[in-house]
């Protein structure tokens, strides 16, 4: 015990309270150069704050036109900095959205089967065949069919018959060909 008149005299000072991290939020960091390519695959971004977890999807497949995408980027929050984002996670998902370009087909040639269904009349068929140097002109004759290979008009463009006559029709067999009957 110490006597009010004593010589010696105690400093106290009220030790401030401790202070508080913020919570972790997706704001709290930059997340960049998330990129996706044509065909799905999708390279990792980079984080400011936090370390980068995983991202969801991992992939995608591929369009045939330029799509936007969304990306769930799974990130761990810094203990130095933050608190954890909930009570129950140390981790955040954060959407970044990034457009995948179109997987651009390459044309190729084509093959078509040609019918008049016509019982009386001929029809005319018009195209550039296969080896691309050659226009032909062909009139089919009533209720017959021929098949024939089309040149693509350019490297992304497939190429296509015009068929004249009242009841002609044509229909792409989706395959390629390589020679044709007319020319």
């Given at each position: 015990?110490?006597?009010?008149?004593?010589?010696?005299?105690?400093?106290?000072?009220?030790?401030?309270?401790?202070a508080?991290?913020?919570?972790f939020?997706?704001?709290?960091?930059?997340?960049?150069?998330?990129?996706?390519?044509?065909n799905?695959?999708i390279?990792n971004?980079?984080?400011?704050?936090?370390?980068?977890h995983?991202?969801?999807?991992?992939?995608f497949?591929t369009?045939?036109?330029?799509?936007?995408?969304?990306?769930?980027?799974?990130i761990?929050?810094?203990?130095?900095?933050?608190?954890?984002?909930s009570?129950?996670?140390?981790?955040?998902?954060?959407?970044?959205?990034a457009?995948?370009p179109?997987?651009?087909?390459?044309?190729?040639?084509?093959n078509?089967?040609?019918?008049?269904?016509?019982?009386?009349?001929?029809?005319?068929?018009?195209?550039i065949a296969?080896?691309?140097g050659?226009e032909?002109?062909?009139?089919?004759?009533?209720?017959?069919?021929?098949?024939?290979?089309v040149?693509?008009?350019?490297?992304?463009?497939?190429?296509?018959?015009?068929?004249?006559?009242?009841?002609a029709?044509?229909?792409?067999?989706?395959?390629g060909?390589?020679?044709?009957?007319?020319?």
């Amino acid at each position: 015990m110490i006597k009010a008149r004593s010589p010696f005299f105690i400093e106290h000072e009220e030790t401030a309270a401790p202070a508080v991290l913020p919570r972790f939020t997706c704001e709290d960091t930059v997340i960049s150069g998330l990129t996706i390519a044509a065909n799905g695959t999708i390279t990792n971004p980079t984080v400011t704050v936090g370390t980068l977890h995983s991202l969801e999807p991992s992939s995608f497949g591929t369009v045939s036109v330029d799509t936007v995408r969304n990306v769930q980027v799974l990130i761990t929050y810094n203990a130095t900095t933050h608190r954890p984002p909930s009570d129950t996670s140390n981790e955040i998902y954060c959407v970044v959205q990034a457009t995948q370009p179109a997987t651009v087909a390459a044309a190729h040639q084509k093959n078509y089967r040609v019918t008049n269904h016509s019982t009386t009349e001929t029809a005319l068929i018009s195209y550039i065949a296969f080896d691309g140097g050659q226009e032909i002109t062909h009139y089919l004759a009533a209720s017959s069919t021929v098949d024939i290979c089309v040149a693509p008009v350019d490297s992304t463009t497939f190429g296509f018959p015009t068929v004249v006559g009242a009841d002609a029709t044509y229909f792409d067999l989706v395959q390629g060909c390589t020679t044709d009957t007319l020319s």
